[in-house]
């Protein structure tokens, strides 16, 4: 589940014992978690706590557009999740990082944690050009510092001036001390999580290693095999089926819920999490998916609407009427801001 609320938390409770579903907390039993509130599953400090227990807060959802989880909108409600899919539209924005300084020097990067290059940054600002009249609500972006910079530096462009602000959930006191207590504040920002699933594919004993060097070494076939072929891992590393395992199962369980609710999300990640994602959107056969490549810096929009994410292509510049009349709810966005703007 997300954790992606700018919230207050106002109880914690414990699950004991297996016998159904039973919350305690202090001398008080609570049966069911009343609407506009989220039960978020936490872990005792390694994992389970003695007998089992697991840990349990009870959160008061913000009044907030940003306040992200009612457990109504849970997809696993499924006669809500139908008429939700009927219902809702958001977009979806997909962004893979600018030009980090190992793409520069050619290097296999995977999970080795590397920023922008100059031509980096400038991508992602210009990224943030393009995108600047979409609605964001939420941000997803991978835990490493080249896809974070490209989310918070593409932000710094968008019309509408609210602030991203990553949500630091680590632990109880991380929650506390990020707290916001201006429910004004808090609509005027956009919860950016972070979250590893969203890494590059781990690329193993490749990473640092030159792709050109690599490729006379081994032979281009092989290289060619390790980097785009869907289920052969280069050594000791991830295959893009293993990196969607995570990835997309990322996507399905936190992002997809936020869609469904209405969130507009923006996910700034990288080549490979990226394409592992676009081929569940896409449904793209493991064939298909290897000849998919994306360029650092350029925006994806998606519209999720009745179940169906639908590709839309690049917005190629703000001014570009086209890409804002695709839905009356993103011209209607669109129009909003030139008001407020002018
Ligand atoms: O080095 C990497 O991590 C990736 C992305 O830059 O390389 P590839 O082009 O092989 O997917």
Redesign the pocket.
Known sequence: MANAMLHQTVGTLQLHGSSGIHFQGGNNSVRLVPKGFKVEVGFCKRGICSSGEKKFSIIQASASQTSVFDPVLSPSNNGTHESLKKSNEAALILIRHGESL??EKN????CVDVPLTKKGVEEAIEAGKRISNIPVDMIFTSALIRAQMTAMLAMTQHRRKKVPIIMHNENEQARVWSQIHSEDTIKQSIPVIAAWQLN??M?GELQGLN?QETADRFGKEKVHEW?RSYDIPPPNGESLEMCAERAVAYFKDEIEPQLLSGKNVMIAA???SLRSIIMYLDKLTSQEVISLELSTGIPMLYIFKEGKFIRRGSPIAPTEAGVYAYTRKLAQYRQKLDEMLH
């Open positions: 190992w793409n290097l296999f990067t995977g590059e594919r690329y792709k980097r990288h080549g490979n």
